[in-house]
């Protein structure tokens, strides 16, 4: 089976309050569920705010360091799961799911 990652993205801009955040976090504690006993589920985990990003760039060997995010958008890579699935359309099934769960964008790459 190949692996996919399921990219989660969501708006800059404040965490919302526990009235929005809470039937959110229900919902994707039971698809997280779903994905295990389905044995889909690989490895997830939520993402602090992009201003907690350190990029490390190589140029000319020297090696820099930035704070903060690689590009500037109005939304920002918030989360991940990893899922194994048959095929790309099994993944987006899973990808369907985890976007109705997080109400957020949800990107579906294969790993190589």
């Known amino acids: 089976m ?3 990652l399921l990219s989660v993205y969501q708006p800059d ?16 504690t039971a698809l997280n569920e779903e994905m295990r006993a389905k044995g889909a ?6 993402l602090f705010p992009p201003d907690t990003a350190t990029v490390i760039r190589v140029r000319d060997d020297e090696v820099g360091m930035t704070d ?8 920002h890579l918030g989360g991940l ?8 359309d099994e993944a987006l099934v899973w990808g369907r ?7 957020l964008p949800i990107e579906v790459r294969p790993f190589q």
Request: charged share 20%.
């Open 13 to 28: 801009g404040p965490i919302p309050g526990p009235e929005v955040l809470g039937p959110i976090m229900t919902a994707l």
């Open 97 to 103: 799911k985890l976007a109705a769960a997080t109400t």
């Open 2 to 4: 190949k692996k996919y």
């Open 81 to 88: 799961t990893i899922v194994q699935a048959a095929d790309l």
């Open 68 to 75: 903060g995010p690689y590009v500037e958008g109005k939304e």
């Open 41 to 46: 589920w690989v490895f997830d985990g939520g």
